[in-house]
């Protein structure tokens, strides 16, 4: 963990300024379900994921458990949640869904805690709590390399695609209307089919976080076909998505996710998944050192 966040004064001050944890001020509402209890009662653990979010929280040939670095940090909460609630061995039922199906998992109760690439927002905190931040990324653009479309803005006259219920699509339709860009917006289920539009021609462009980007092209029938602009049409701060006003429960989750970031875990996880993208840049290695919350 002290190799991740080498040099990290100078960043921090930047991330200060720029990257808050995702609990805000919320007024007075109605006592929430106790997940702790819950999780006591049942003995078992509902877990909503994505299933195409590699290397995130992706399920391999659409077989078996989900895995992926936020799976890994996942796992590590639900051991916490089981020594908090008496529940060593917890049950985990791990259930695929869109970021939208998976927000609306966690606040009907059907899921008690969402591990996957959410971006936490202000909209989103209407319905769920989140956890401390587990990721900093930044959105921007997957097309065909050596293609047209070099920047945002030559996207006049061209068409985009984007997951629907999704930050990214609320960004690139403001992005659009602010630079006064005439391009069509196609909204697509999930990454694969948007490659799949991409490699045909159907699509000029696919918006999304840019992890995400990197592990379709990587699983992508030519990879070398394929680029990541380096423009950032936004930044997206990802956390678990947790039941709305369960205090006792954020805060297991939150200490979970802090002995990951301080007891050296965090290293090999970051690494396995993570690793060949390159280190951890000085903001995001800022990140977890804001979110490793003391005793």
């Given at each position: 963990?002290?190799?991740?966040?080498?040099?990290?004064?100078?960043?921090?001050?930047?991330?200060?300024?720029?990257?808050a944890a995702p609990a805000a001020a919320q007024a007075p509402r109605a006592p929430a379900t106790d997940t702790?209890?819950?999780?006591?009662?049942?003995?078992?653990?509902?877990?909503?994921?994505?299933?195409?979010?590699?290397?995130?929280?992706?399920?391999?040939d659409n077989k078996?458990?989900?895995?992926?670095?936020?799976?890994?940090?996942?796992?590590?909460?639900?051991?916490?949640?089981?020594?908090?609630?008496?529940?060593?061995?917890?049950?985990?039922?791990?259930?695929?869904?869109?970021?939208?199906?998976?927000?609306?998992?966690?606040?009907?109760?059907?899921?008690?805690?969402?591990?996957?690439?959410?971006?936490?927002?202000?909209?989103?905190?209407?319905?769920?709590?989140?956890?401390s931040l587990i990721f900093l990324e930044s959105g921007g653009l997957l097309v065909k390399d050596g293609g047209p479309v070099k920047?945002?803005?030559?996207?006049?006259?061209?068409?985009?695609?984007v997951i629907s219920g999704t930050t990214t699509e609320t960004r690139v339709d403001a992005l659009l209307k602010q630079r006064l860009i005439n391009a069509k917006v196609t909204r697509v289920k999930d990454g694969?089919?948007?490659?799949?539009?991409?490699?045909?021609?159907?699509?000029?462009?696919?918006?999304?976080?840019?992890?995400?980007l990197v592990g379709l092209a990587v699983q992508a029938k030519d990879p070398k076909a394929l680029a990541i602009l380096a423009e950032d049409l936004s930044i997206e701060p990802l956390a678990f998505a947790l039941p709305r006003g369960d205090s006792s429960f954020r805060l297991e989750v939150n200490r979970a996710l802090t002995q990951v970031y301080?007891?050296?875990?965090?290293?090999?996880i970051f690494?396995?998944?993570?690793?060949?993208?390159?280190r951890p840049s000085g903001v995001l290695a800022a990140m977890y050192l804001l979110n490793a919350i003391p005793q």
């Open positions: 963990m002290k190799r991740l966040l080498t040099a990290i004064v100078s960043a921090a001050a930047i991330v200060i300024a720029t990257v702790l209890a819950k999780l006591k009662a049942t003995k078992q653990i509902n877990v909503a994921v994505s299933a195409d979010s590699f290397p995130l929280s992706f399920i391999k078996g458990d989900p895995v992926g670095y936020s799976i890994d940090l996942c796992k590590r909460v639900i051991v916490q949640l089981g020594r908090a609630v008496g529940v060593p061995d917890l049950k985990t039922t791990w259930i695929p869904g869109t970021v939208s199906e998976r927000i609306a998992m966690v606040a009907s109760g059907k899921a008690d805690i969402d591990c996957a690439n959410t971006t936490a927002t202000l909209t989103r905190m209407q319905d769920v709590d989140f956890s920047q945002f803005a030559d996207l006049s006259g061209r068409s985009i695609g694969n089919e948007a490659v799949a539009l991409l490699e045909k021609g159907s699509l000029d462009a696919f918006a999304s976080d840019k992890v995400k301080v007891g050296g875990e965090l290293e090999s690494m396995a998944w993570l690793g060949p993208i390159g």
